[in-house]
């Protein structure tokens, strides 16, 4: 015959404490570059976009310059991290 009260559980596993799922630092600090960058690569956009239409950016120069304003930041930030995950590697234990 199918139970369909409550189920009957011992009261040990009741009063068990939860256990926590470890953390993935690695795939969360990846997700807060990628928000981060996007942030950074919008606010810019936005700003030379206005500074455009205002006819600011007339030179060669200034053209030369917005992908280097828009993508270097990003990138350097990404190699920073990938330098300090490096480094923080080398004082695990070896096995």
Known sequence: ??????PRRPANDLR?????APLN???GLF???ILASA???MGWTIYLLLEGVQGSLS???DFIEVPILLFAPP??????GYA???AIKGFEAER
């Open 1 to 6: 015959m199918t139970n369909f009260g409550i």
């Open 59 to 61: 030179t060669r120069g």
């Open 31 to 33: 997700r807060v570059w």
């Open 84 to 86: 300090a995950a490096w």
């Open 75 to 80: 990138i350097a930030l990404w190699l920073f």
């Open 39 to 41: 942030g950074w690569i």
């Open 16 to 20: 068990a404490e939860p256990v926590a």
């Open 25 to 27: 630092w690695k795939r």
